[in-house]
């Protein structure tokens, strides 16, 4: 039997094998109880070309008092701060790799901040 955590790995590994075999760049997302973070990856796996989480210092100031990073409002800020970095490398259409997480809640949220500052999935 299967637990949690076994689940949503089995389920990611499921999306980024369809997502390597378009060979698109994709927007990875993994959220933890305290910290969201994301990354854009080049179509091959091979490279990082941008990358936002709560954890950074820049975004801490911004979201104020510790512990605030695993919430909507956190998720929102950075969907706009990885589409801005991701068309500063100039990636404009990714996959979307919610790595097993329901899309809902946080996972929304960024995703659809993403979308309102440029980025095509």
């Known amino acids: 039997m299967l637990n949690k955590k076994e689940q949503r790995l089995r389920r990611s590994r499921q999306t980024r094998a369809r997502i390597a075999l378009q060979g698109a760049v994709r927007l990875s997302v993994f959220r933890s109880n305290l910290h969201i973070y994301a990354s854009v990856i080049s179509g091959d796996g091979s490279k990082v070309l941008a990358s936002a989480s ?17 919430n909507v409002d956190a998720a929102t800020l950075i ?19 919610r790595s097993g997480f329901a899309y809902h809640g946080r996972i929304k949220a960024l995703a659809d901040a993403a979308r309102e500052a440029g980025l095509q999935f």
Do not use: H, S
């Open 54 to 70: 709560t954890a950074e210092k820049e975004v801490r100031e911004q979201l104020g008092a510790a512990g605030k990073g695993g």
């Open 79 to 97: 969907g706009k701060r990885i589409a801005e970095k991701a068309k500063a490398a100039g990636v404009e259409k990714v996959a979307f790799d």
